[in-house]
């Protein structure tokens, strides 16, 4: 098993920034995805971003030009740097280890932008 624990959720302005971290530890094999998704009341959890352990990404088009996710593969840790975060930008955020079938899912950070 993989187990996530994330950090960095805190209450922010519009359009100012964030940074949020994600550790992995446990059963981790070398080749895999880890990423964010994000949750908002009443919604269902949307793809924030993803990133291979070979540097391939995928953004929703709705952060994409504003958040950027990278990875340090040593430390088994994803980031995800949040740029220019406006009001819908709040949510839950949940990182995400995946492998084949294998999901793991950490605990949640929230995420609020308002004035």
């Known amino acids: 098993q993989v187990q996530l624990v994330e950090s960095g959720g805190v209450l922010v302005q519009p359009e100012g920034s964030l940074r949020l971290s994600c550790a992995a530890s446990?059963?981790?094999?070398?080749?895999?995805?880890m990423g964010w998704y994000r949750q908002a009341p009443g919604k269902q959890r949307e793809l924030v971003a993803t990133?291979?352990?070979?540097?391939?990404?995928n953004y929703a088009d709705s952060v994409k030009g504003r958040f950027t996710i990278s990875r340090d593969n040593a430390k088994n840790t994803v980031y995800l740097q949040m740029n220019s975060l406006k009001p819908e930008d709040t949510a839950v955020y949940y990182c995400n280890y995946h492998r084949l079938t294998y999901d793991s899912w950490g605990q949640g950070t929230q995420v609020t932008v308002s004035s």
């Open positions: 990133r291979t352990t070979v540097g391939s990404t």
């Open positions: 446990g059963n981790i094999v070398s080749i895999n995805t």
